[in-house]
């Protein structure tokens, strides 16, 4: 299966809000509400920021959120902050009863 | 405190075998979902594989079907990762990781290091 779609790259000064786009398929993105952001800082394990395209689980600030529209997903991070600096990947359920990640995206606090 | 403690990776030529494990500790095992997701170098998250609680539905990736085995213990709070017919491809940070809910994760251990290379 395909990774899904993410940018490579984006950036924000402190302060902004950034959002990162996640397209896939009407087989994964598009065919349920179950697509989840990771954060990830180098060397650490990945931590979930949102479950089910908008949840946030406990202790995950109110300045991440997430939705979707068809096959594309986002990740919407308002009022930036240095210590958001990290890859974000997103990830789906799949018509194929398997999980699907997007390839990552870095995002620099300018 | 949820802890998920991977062991088990090393060094391995191409065509070997390795039996990856993961401690869990600091919840009840038998409740959550499991899941095996890979990180090779440098590169992305990649899934693996997955199993129900009572390891009666089990997932995987096109890329280790056939070749990987999931497994679990609830008794001894265990989940394993028989891996066969390795290849330099399968080189990567394995992370043991916990399912919050059909196609979410929640915890993650630290990952144990596959090397394939002859």
């Known amino acids: 299966q395909s990774a899904l779609t993410q940018p490579a790259s984006v950036s924000g000064s402190p302060g902004q809000s950034i959002t990162i786009s996640c397209t896939g398929t009407?087989?994964?993105?598009?065919?349920?509400?179950?697509v989840s952001w990771y954060q990830q800082h180098p060397g650490k394990a990945p931590k979930l920021m949102i479950y089910d395209v908008s949840n946030r689980p406990s202790g995950v600030s109110n300045r991440f959120s997430g939705s979707k529209s068809g096959n594309t997903a986002s990740l919407t991070i308002s009022g930036l902050q240095a210590e958001d600096e990290a890859d974000f990947y997103c990830s789906s359920f799949t018509t194929r009863s398997t999980l699907v990640f997007g390839g990552g995206t870095r995002l620099t606090v300018l | 405190e949820v802890q998920l403690v991977e062991s088990g990776g090393g060094l391995v030529q191409p065509g070997g075998s390795l039996r990856l494990s993961c401690a869990a500790s600091?919840?009840?095992?038998?409740?959550?979902?499991m899941n095996w997701v890979r990180q090779a170098p440098g590169k992305g998250l990649e899934w693996i594989s997955y199993?129900?609680?009572?390891?009666?539905?089990?997932w995987y990736a096109d890329s280790v079907k056939g070749r990987f085995t999931i497994s679990r213990d609830n008794a001894k709070n265990s989940l394993y990762l028989q891996m066969n017919s390795l290849r330099v491809a399968d080189t990567s940070l394995y992370y043991c990781a916990r399912g919050w809910t059909v196609a979410a994760i929640d915890s993650w251990g630290q990952g144990t290091l596959v090397t394939v290379s002859s």
């Open positions: 009407s087989s994964d993105v598009g065919a349920y509400d179950y």
């Open positions: 600091g919840f009840r095992f038998s409740s959550f979902e």
């Open positions: 199993i129900s609680l009572s390891s009666s539905t089990i």
